[in-house]
């Protein structure tokens, strides 16, 4: 997995073979990874990702969250950015620097601080920035991308750029930009004096406790919101609230979270989200599209 460059550095970060992914994913989910590495520093990072052979996987993992790693596990490597790689810095007066581990709840509580926004959308995310850029993840009417002004992405070398908004492509829970890149950070544009009080954050997280499962094993969101509709309406009328396959379950709180309640297994949440996909078709004609990314062997 490492070639010889990488045994002549000393890597100062935790690495690990044969890493149970259960314990790195909201899910609680997940076959183990062939190696799984929490870089020291920024700098631990480029030195293990230069020693990286070429035709190993990298997979990029932070909170876990929006993520289900299948029961047979991974191959390649799994870089945790969990509690590292989380630095927040305020640039001048209206932009701020947040790298790829910073959960992004803390991202909106910063922001509150200084009195910039509109971040308080970033409290409803349930991830880290670094998956928040990759997928243009949103809440409460807000989208990651809109703020974001550049980014630092890492390649298989080690060799750290800077790129542009313009280089990339974003739409709805999805972005596409140069391939082979991974993000390490990102620089947002906020506003001055906008609201984004800890007042607002409040009553946005008190809504999200009210409305979403909070606090039992779930990714968030299973599918994205097809135009003009909410996936969650369409899984209720289709009657898949409630609909259980092993320790999965679909919630009777928001239908369109899928909740390990009963030592679920990887495969019986692929297997219920197939399930709610192709009943929301037959019964409405609408092709839903998965927000969770599924990755990894079957067992």
């Known amino acids: 997995m490492m070639n010889a460059s990488a045994a002549s550095n000393e890597l100062r970060g935790e690495l690990r073979h044969d890493e149970p992914m259960a314990k790195h994913t909201s899910w609680r989910v997940g076959g183990p ?101 990759a997928m243009n993840a949103g809440a409460f009417g807000g989208e990651t991308w809109e703020r974001v002004n550049a980014v630092d992405v890492i390649d298989r070398s080690g060799t750290i ?56 094993p779930s990714c968030g969101s299973v599918f994205r919101n097809p135009p003009g509709d909410h996936a969650a309406r369409l899984i209720e009328a289709a009657g898949l609230k409630g609909h259980r396959i092993g320790g999965a379950h679909v919630s009777e709180m928001h239908a369109n979270f899928i909740i390990n309640d009963s030592d679920a297994t990887a495969a019986d949440i692929e297997t219920l989200i197939a399930h709610v996909h192709d009943t929301v078709l037959a019964e409405s004609g609408i092709d839903m599209v998965a927000e969770v990314r599924v990755i990894g062997e079957p067992a």
């Open 33 to 133: 990874a062939a190696a799984w590495f929490r870089p020291a520093d920024l700098r631990d990072l480029q030195v293990f990702m230069a020693g990286l052979e070429a035709d190993v996987p990298v997979h990029w993992v932070g909170l876990g969250s929006n993520l289900l790693v299948r029961d047979g596990g991974l191959p390649g490597v799994v870089i945790s950015t969990h509690g590292i790689i989380d630095n927040i810095a305020r640039l001048g007066d209206n932009f701020v620097y947040a790298e790829a581990g910073v959960a992004c709840a803390k991202l909106a509580r910063r922001c509150s601080r200084w009195g910039l926004g509109p971040a308080d959308f970033f409290a409803g995310i349930p991830g880290t920035i670094g998956g928040a850029l």
């Open 161 to 216: 750029r800077r790129r542009h908004r313009s280089e990339y492509h974003v739409d709805y829970r999805s972005v596409t930009g140069p391939a082979g890149e991974w993000f390490i950070g990102a620089e947002f544009a906020f506003i001055q004096g906008a609201p984004a009080g800890r007042e607002a954050i409040r009553e946005l997280l008190a809504r999200r406790k009210a409305t979403q499962p909070i606090g039992v």
